[in-house]
């Protein structure tokens, strides 16, 4: 089994930045794709932005230029930089891990097996 623990979440001004982590324990695979996915209050969970084990990025129209994946693979962990946030950023964000293959990583919740518990992004104006 793997575990998967979100942290860094919390309340920013409209533009400014915060940086989610997120640390993967437990039977970790190669290779991988690790996501963030976002889900507000009455929408549906929406992809953000994912990373494979070979260094491939994939992040939605609405991120890109502002947010940035990264990993730390000797401590398994995924890191999210945010900056230039806004009110439609707002949302609980997950971390996912799933099976990686060839080319970008996945956006598709479906291909993700493991997810963190969450971690609020609140953004006032």
């Known amino acids: 089994q793997v575990q998967l623990v979100e942290s860094g979440g919390g309340l920013v001004q409209a533009g400014g930045s915060l940086r989610l982590s997120c640390a993967a324990s437990?039977?970790?695979?190669?290779?991988?794709?690790m996501g963030w996915f976002r889900q507000a209050p009455g929408k549906e969970r929406e992809f953000v932005a994912a990373v494979s084990s070979r260094n491939r990025t994939r992040y939605i129209d609405s991120v890109k230029g502002r947010f940035t994946i990264a990993t730390d693979n000797a401590k398994n962990t995924v890191f999210l930089q945010m900056n230039s946030l806004n009110s439609e950023d707002a949302a609980v964000y997950y971390c996912?891990?799933?099976?990686?293959?060839?080319?970008?990583?996945?956006?598709?919740?479906?291909?993700?097996?493991?997810w963190g518990p969450g971690t609020q992004v609140t953004v006032s104006s």
């Open positions: 996912a891990l799933g099976r990686g293959y060839y080319g970008l990583p996945s956006s598709t919740t479906g291909t993700y097996d493991y």
């Open positions: 437990g039977r970790t695979f190669s290779p991988y794709d």
